[in-house]
């Protein structure tokens, strides 16, 4: 399932003259009036610096960078180095308020020496912000380290990609926009990694809480329904949704765990059965039968696992003040829906599972009668024996003894786990269609307005 979502930004920032003064920049948005902005891909917002934003694909917001190779970036002449300097274009920039990201970069390429024609792999460039500028030297490697590094931290983060913005874009003014970018997301700009690579701890001003009103609209194939979500609600469902899910991740990951020490039962009941009965192959036919339940449920663990980390990195970013990037809103939503098309999928198995209760205890039944059968045969071969040869007394001993731990184990164990591992996906199943009964209601109770599936397209 992909969530289609609309962003919704309302900014309020007092000074005028510079409302009107972007109003004029190379964007060329065509304001329809103070609430709302619309542009070509039809996204909404309401500040005139931000560019569209990418298309929301859940599976492009994790997608790392192909490593930076020198050859990526063509030699550029020499002579020229000294005036190649780009600030980045309004049009490529996501741009925050100022008093949030006090920085702006410029880039520069150097050789290895000062002499003419040495290979260019370093970069140099200047950092500028409200109170100072000043230049940092990277090499290439540290460029690459760094963007590397940035990539496998922060996979849910849409990191700008390091290619040809316009035809004939010369590598530093690329460089000087990937910088500029990384700096202006509230996640990227913010990071020890990033702090660390430019040399400077980045100061973020506690003023000033974004007066802003951020709305998103998800199509929901399950319900047919459009919710609408105000920001400061979204921050309390947030919580409730953070409490839940620990606890619901956790009793999945015992469940899994509970699940494989079944299949080791099953294993090991179905060989010592196979010696007294050939009644062993039909569980370990059981068995194969419930691996996509096993799998099912592993899968669904893991995925809470994502889910719970995506509300991690969605609750500190509200908590905060700063804005929530739109990719970390989808990847939430695509996370939190596909989790109940995995519960939707155990549902669905909830009549094979009734029946399999069924089969546990025809087959327990079967299995008792089956090794009672085999007790009396070898209590009869054991009287034979006794007639024929002298048994040691010890050893006899001990082939009733693990006769009757044999026996305990079917009476006990054996049906109590089977018993238990069926009820437990019955229980699973019921607990998943009680969870998004409760869902619902919780969002419904953030500002819901509902909407034919063909409206919310």
């Not at 065509?30 to 859940?58: G, H």
């Not at 925050?96 to 990201?101: A, N, P």
């Amino acid at each position: 399932m992909k969530i289609k979502l609309k962003m919704k930004m309302k900014i309020e920032i007092e000074n005028e003259n510079q409302i009107e003064n972007e109003n004029q920049n190379e964007n060329n948005y065509e304001f329809q009036d103070e609430n709302q902005i619309e542009n070509q891909n039809n996204y909404e917002f309401f500040d005139e610096s931000l560019p569209p934003p990418p298309k929301i694909i859940a599976e492009d917001f994790t997608q790392n960078f192909e490593p930076i190779l020198e050859q990526d970036l063509p030699p550029i002449p020499i002579e020229f180095q000294t005036q190649a300097k780009y600030f980045l274009d309004e049009n490529f920039v996501w741009k925050l308020d100022e008093k949030f990201v006090p920085l702006k970069f410029e880039v520069s390429l150097l050789p290895s020496n000062s002499k003419s024609g040495g290979k260019l792999d370093k970069m140099k460039f200047l950092v500028v912000s409200s109170s100072q500028e000043y230049t940092v030297e990277r090499t290439f490697f540290q460029f690459r380290t760094f963007r590397d590094q940035l990539s496998e931290q922060f996979q849910s983060c849409a990191i700008p990609s390091l290619v040809n913005i316009k035809k004939n874009d010369s590598p530093d003014k690329i460089l000087a926009i990937f910088l500029n970018r990384i700096a202006s997301h509230p996640i990227l700009g913010t990071s020890d990694l990033f702090k660390d690579f430019i040399g400077i701890e980045v100061e973020i001003k506690e003023s000033n809480k974004f007066d802003f009103e951020n709305e998103f609209e998800s199509a929901v194939s399950i319900a047919n329904t459009t919710y609408k979500i105000s920001i400061e609600k979204f921050g309390l469902f947030l919580q409730n949704l953070e409490n839940q899910f620990k606890e619901l991740r956790s009793g999945f990951n015992s469940q899994t765990t509970k699940y494989k020490e079944l299949s080791v039962i099953f294993s090991d009941l179905a060989s010592k059965v196979t010696g007294f009965s050939k009644i062993g192959l039909d569980w370990r036919t059981k068995e194969n039968l419930d691996e996509d339940t096993i799998n099912t449920i592993a899968a669904i663990s893991n995925s809470l696992v994502g889910l719970s980390s995506c509300l991690y990195k969605l609750y500190k970013i509200y908590e905060n003040d700063l804005r929530i990037p739109n990719d970390l809103i989808c990847d939430f939503f695509n996370e939190y829906f596909g989790i109940f098309s995995a519960f939707d999928d155990v549902w669905k198995q909830k009549d094979r599972i009734k029946a399999q209760k069924e089969l546990v205890t025809q087959t327990y039944q079967k299995l008792q009668t089956s090794t009672s059968k085999n007790f009396q045969k070898i209590s009869i071969e054991g009287e034979k024996l006794e007639k024929t040869t002298k048994l040691d007394a010890k050893f006899e001993l001990a082939i009733l003894a693990e006769m009757e731990n044999f026996r305990y184990s079917l009476s006990s164990d054996f049906k109590s786990n089977l018993e238990n591992y069926v009820q437990s996906q019955i229980d699973i199943s019921e607990q998943m269609t009680e969870l998004w009964k409760d869902m619902i209601p919780l969002i419904d109770s953030i500002d819901v307005k509902k909407g034919s599936k063909e409206n919310s397209n």
